[in-house]
């Protein structure tokens, strides 16, 4: 294993906590106002259009998903479902043994929707959100990592290669592993290679926040976050489905499935917001209406897709009786 580097450096940014609360006042030295027109976006504003639909190895519906563009691929995340056994173990353990340990299974398919393999993590998280990055021969994935077992999310992230047909452990020696804010839990982490830039979603003392970095420094485990700030739209209490991250500007996902307090007929309570990392305010968000007529229509995850010259924000529904769920991945242009 990979492992948080000691001495001065490592010392050095273990006041993580004070710099956070500093960064929460104060905006980042590279902070600037953000433009006007980023406050109206009309193609964002659009419903989406469907992008892809699938089926994951499991039961258990998507929780995030990243796309490999240039190789044609989906990475997606799921929790192992109940009554599988994975190598090594003894007996099949029920669904909510899977959720308190963090066992996911990680998906790879092809854009038309066919399987192309996968891989286990076992003890890593419930798979909120998902990083990648290009590497010779294949790609690197950034996960949480480390479960909590009161609660079964990451303590920190980490990445690894993919390598269809493995289990890693929590422990593995193919893991790089990263804890940057200690005594946090609910770490989730999101990519933007274009700019180089590294978001974190963690929790401390149940409050969830966001803290950007320089993605080069992340790497080498200098913890010294460009900013931090407390996520916007928590009070609301909806669930957190997701984020990702272009630029000045951080996308989360808000919502829950159709059902009492959230009737189809309302038209849902997903919410889709654009966030200016330089001031950590919310520029723009609404109520999203993309694809209202499925069932039970619950918000999973969002990407950005860089291909095609113009950027487009891709976001995640399932749908589908317990027990059969689907995914229709859909997008719209990032402007």
Request: net charge positive.
């Amino acid at each position: 294993m990979v492992r948080d580097m000691q001495g001065p450096r490592r010392r050095a940014v273990c006041g993580l906590g004070v710099i956070a609360a500093a960064a929460a006042v104060v905006p980042a030295p590279w902070a600037r106002a953000a433009p006007a027109s980023s406050r109206q976006p009309p193609a964002l504003a659009a419903a989406g259009r469907q992008f892809l639909a699938g089926r994951l190895r499991h039961t258990t519906v998507l929780q995030s998903f990243a796309v490999d563009e240039r190789r044609g691929h989906l990475y997606a995340l799921q929790l192992v479902a109940g009554g599988v056994r994975l190598p090594g173990e003894r007996t099949a353990l029920p669904h909510a043994e899977r959720a308190r340990n963090g066992d996911l299974c990680l998906n790879r398919l092809t854009l038309d929707g066919s399987a192309a393999g996968h891989m286990y993590l076992k003890g890593f998280g419930h798979g909120g959100s998902i990083g990648l990055q290009e590497a010779a021969g294949g790609v690197t994935l950034w996960t949480e990592w480390n479960a909590n077992p009161s609660s079964g999310y990451g303590r920190g992230v980490c990445r690894f290669r993919f390598t269809d047909g493995q289990l890693l452990e929590r422990d593995s020696g193919e893991l790089a592993t990263y804890r940057p804010v200690p005594g946090s839990t609910s770490n989730a982490p999101a990519v933007d290679v274009t700019h180089r830039h590294l978001l974190l979603r963690y929790k401390r003392h149940g409050i969830p926040r966001f803290a950007l970095y320089d993605l080069d420094r992340f790497r080498a485990r200098w913890y010294l976050p460009l900013t931090d700030f407390a996520q916007p739209g928590a009070a609301l209490g909806l669930p957190f489905q997701g984020m990702a991250l272009y630029g000045n500007y951080a996308y989360q996902l808000l919502g829950s499935a159709y059902g009492t307090g959230n009737p189809a007929s309302s038209g849902g309570n997903t919410r889709l917001y654009r966030i200016d990392l330089r001031t950590g305010r919310v520029v723009w968000q609404q109520l999203e209406r993309t694809a209202p007529g499925l069932s039970p229509r619950e918000p999973e995850g969002l990407a950005v897709l860089r291909g095609g010259g113009t950027p487009r924000l891709c976001l995640g529904f399932v749908e589908g009786p317990a027990g059969s769920r689907t995914f229709r991945l859909y997008d719209k242009t990032l402007s």
